[in-house]
């Protein structure tokens, strides 16, 4: 079992950037793909990137944020980043990091794959 705690969040203006941790406590962090995840007020929750457990540590990004934003891990810490620069007031969500235990690398954008989630962290961007 894995307990997953974003932090991180905040109010910035557009352009500017954060960096989310995701902390985890349990055994075994190397074995889960780690992801990222977002809900805007009024929409559904959306992937935003993830880290795949194996295979290197091959990474995915949603379309709306390649380029601008940068999914990480280090292992020895059982920490996930997300650095997100030049950021939009459409990036403004709450933002949600999940795991998912030994995941086949085609579910990396898949809710229903990820096993544990966090409480959230909510990131405004002021235009």
């Known amino acids: 079992q894995l307990q997953v705690a974003e932090s991180g969040g905040g109010l910035v203006q557009a352009g500017e950037s954060l960096r989310l941790s995701c902390a985890a406590s349990?055994?075994?962090?190397?074995?889960?793909?780690m992801g990222w995840f977002r809900q805007a007020p009024g929409k559904e929750r959306e992937f935003v990137a993830a880290v795949i457990w194996s295979g290197g540590g091959n990474t995915y990004y949603a379309d709306s944020v390649k380029g601008r934003f940068t999914i990480s891990r280090d292992n020895a810490k059982n920490t996930v980043y997300l650095q997100m620069n030049s950021l939009k007031p459409e990036d403004t969500a709450v933002y949600y990091c999940?795991?998912?235990?030994?995941?086949?690398?085609?579910?990396?954008?898949?809710?229903?794959?990820?096993?544990?989630w966090g409480q959230g962290t909510q990131v405004t961007v002021s235009s």
């Open positions: 349990g055994r075994l962090f190397s074995w889960y793909t």
């Open positions: 999940a795991a998912d235990y030994r995941a086949h690398s085609s579910n990396y954008d898949r809710q229903g794959s990820y096993d544990y």
